[in-house]
């Protein structure tokens, strides 16, 4: 009797031991996921600075503009939701149906209620 409740409670252990080891195992793959989508995030900021910086460079030899100029528009863009805080606002806009006038989720490209197309959003609305 003994030597079946010691056998139970050292199944029970190694239980609880590969549970551990595979919580840790599963841990460890989305730390590595995470690093990867890190990795890839910051490719992808490295590239959007040199497609600024480009265009910003085309702007500037071919209409004349200046870093000011770029400055004031930049503050002028921070400051529409009241706060100099380097965010751009998000609009509290909710798109409507041009057809049935209820919301429109705004990745959706019809209106869930009625099926008509959803209007074209603006390129920067957020």
């Given at each position: 009797?003994?030597?079946?409740?010691?056998?139970?409670?050292?199944?029970?252990?190694m239980?609880?031991?590969?549970?551990?080891?595979?919580?840790?195992?599963?841990?460890?793959?989305?730390?590595?996921?995470?690093?990867?989508?890190?990795?890839?995030l910051?490719?992808?900021?490295?590239?959007l600075?040199?497609?600024?910086?480009?265009?910003w460079?085309?702007?500037?030899?071919?209409?004349?503009?200046?870093?000011?100029?770029?400055?004031?528009m930049?503050?002028?863009?921070?400051?529409?939701?009241?706060?100099?805080?380097?965010k751009?606002?998000?609009?509290?806009?909710?798109p409507?149906?041009?057809?049935?006038?209820?919301?429109?989720i705004?990745?959706?490209?019809?209106?869930?209620?009625?099926g008509?197309?959803?209007?074209?959003?603006?390129?920067?609305?957020?």
């Amino acid at each position: 009797m003994i030597t079946g409740l010691f056998v139970a409670g050292a199944a029970q252990q190694m239980v609880r031991s590969n549970q551990a080891q595979l919580a840790g195992e599963l841990a460890s793959r989305a730390a590595a996921n995470v690093r990867i989508q890190n990795e890839y995030l910051q490719f992808d900021v490295e590239k959007l600075f040199m497609i600024t910086e480009a265009l910003w460079t085309i702007l500037k030899e071919q209409h004349g503009y200046t870093d000011e100029h770029l400055v004031q528009m930049i503050q002028h863009i921070d400051l529409r939701d009241g706060k100099l805080d380097g965010k751009v606002a998000k609009s509290a806009e909710r798109p409507t149906c041009p057809q049935c006038g209820r919301t429109i989720i705004r990745k959706q490209p019809r209106c869930l209620y009625c099926g008509a197309d959803a209007p074209q959003q603006q390129p920067f609305k957020r």
